[in-house]
């Protein structure tokens, strides 16, 4: 009997001593070591290097991660499946308010979690009708302005003369009245054909419903109804100043043809409405970055000299949060470390472009980098509330018919038009995909 008091007795201390963890190696008490992560990636062209990114991880630390990367075009059709699995994703994308209704239940609250305060601007993030923080960008895109600074020097003028819409409108308006002499003009071309007229219906649009949209209680959490048009006002001068400071006559500007990244390239050119995708084509033109930056949509409303640039994104995080506990705690852990170490942030941002993150690596891109260092001196970063357009690809071929008869005829009356299709049609084409 005293054998066997003796060997339960042994039992029990075994037990005690495990529990104790000393045979787990868990730091601080948490589950990220004894957990793994599972990322079902969004963005096909970045597996290769997710796939070293995850390698990196679990050499350093031991967890396994697993990147499985859906086919272009397939995320949403990948994403259902592999739910339904036993070992579903720990982490995935939530890239919309669409994405957060049919998946919001499914996200883990990222408030206050320690990858959420790692952000550098809170324009990243997707909430449910509740405040839950279901999902965060983890890369994104921008666009505004392109300025050359060597052409803008070679006019008498630098980056720091253009600080708000009435100090570009001077420095837009001197140079184009100087083009012959100068041998460059203000703006590229501005045509409205479908290669082009998504800058102007869509990407500059984007000044009007942004500044509508933080007037409003709820700064558009979900698409409204109906717009109002507040803004259409600074809309009008922005554009305006863009067609009438080109050397393309703005009747002209209907039929399309123009090639705008080229004449900026080839320095015809000051300025030139466009994002960071255009780096590409313009390095391999021989510009270079150190003659290149972006300026936000400059347009006459207060307050405007702290603006950043348009920036969104559909590639935002999410954290499956009825995964196991040690996994979610693992897959935050994996996060965090991407976004914070310097290695690995520095792999991700080659092959995202940049990530928005306080301590991740700085972007090669220089107009993503300019949208970085806009966030991180504190200026305000105009989301892509863009993407609200309801029935979109109809609501966009109204405003492009109306601004086309406007540039034909500069009239009041047909300024008026073009607000119509912005309000009216908005209202419209709302009804006709919601009933």
């Known amino acids: 009997m005293k054998?066997?008091?003796?060997?339960?007795?042994v039992l029990?201390?075994?037990?005690s001593l495990a529990a104790c963890g000393g045979e787990t190696g868990k730091d601080d008490g948490d589950d990220a070591k004894t957990g793994s992560v599972y990322w079902l990636n969004f963005k096909p062209e970045s597996d290769a290097a997710l796939q070293e990114i995850a390698k990196m991880y679990t050499d350093e630390t031991g967890v396994k991660v697993t990147v499985v990367t859906a086919a272009s075009g397939t995320y949403n059709d990948t994403l259902t499946a592999e739910m339904d699995k036993a070992t579903p994703p720990t982490l995935f994308v939530v890239g919309n308010d669409a994405a957060v209704k049919d998946w919001g239940e499914f996200c883990y609250d990222l408030t206050d979690t320690e990858i959420a305060k790692e952000l550098n601007t809170d324009a990243y993030q997707l909430f449910d009708a509740d405040g839950k923080l279901c999902s965060i960008g983890y890369c994104y895109e921008c666009y505004g302005i392109i300025v050359n600074k060597a052409l803008l020097d070679q006019a008498g003028y630098s980056m720091d003369d253009i600080t708000n819409f009435e100090t570009l409108k001077a420095v837009a308006e001197d140079i184009h009245a100087r083009a012959n002499d100068l041998g460059f003009d203000a703006f590229t071309s501005s045509g409205m054909d479908d290669s082009s007229s998504w800058r102007f219906t869509g990407h500059l649009a984007n000044l009007e419903y942004y500044y509508e949209s933080v007037d409003a209680p709820d700064a558009w959490k979900t698409c409204p109804a109906e717009i109002k048009g507040t803004y259409m006002d600074n809309y009008k001068a922005l554009y305006d100043l863009m067609v009438v400071n080109s050397a393309t006559d703005r009747a002209q500007l209907a039929a399309g043809g123009f090639d705008a990244n080229a004449e900026f390239a080839e320095g015809k050119a000051v300025f030139y409405a466009n994002g960071n995708w255009e780096w590409s084509s313009l390095n391999e033109k021989g510009l270079k970055a150190?003659?290149?930056t972006m300026i936000p949509y400059y347009c006459g409303v207060e307050g405007e000299e702290k603006a950043g640039l348009n920036c969104g994104t559909e590639n935002y995080w999410a954290v499956n949060a009825e995964a196991k506990e040690e996994d979610i705690e693992a897959t935050l852990a994996f996060m965090k470390w991407l976004v914070t170490d310097a290695e690995a942030s520095a792999k991700a941002v080659?092959?995202?472009?940049?990530?928005?993150?306080?301590n991740a690596a700085e972007s090669s891109n220089p107009f993503l980098a300019q949208a970085n260092a806009y966030a991180s001196a504190g200026n305000y970063t105009m989301p892509w509330v863009t993407n609200f357009q309801p029935n979109v690809n109809e609501y966009r071929k109204?405003?492009?018919?109306?601004?086309?008869?406007?540039n034909a005829d500069p009239t009041d009356a047909n300024w008026d038009a073009v607000e119509s299709a912005f309000v009216a049609g908005w209202a419209s084409n709302y009804a006709a995909v919601n009933g």
């Open 3 to 9: 054998k066997f008091f003796a060997l339960l007795l």
């Open 398 to 406: 109204g405003i492009v018919s109306a601004m086309n008869a406007y």
């Open 350 to 358: 080659e092959t995202f472009g940049v990530m928005p993150y306080k």
């Open 12 to 15: 029990v201390l075994a037990v």
């Open 290 to 292: 150190e003659d290149l």
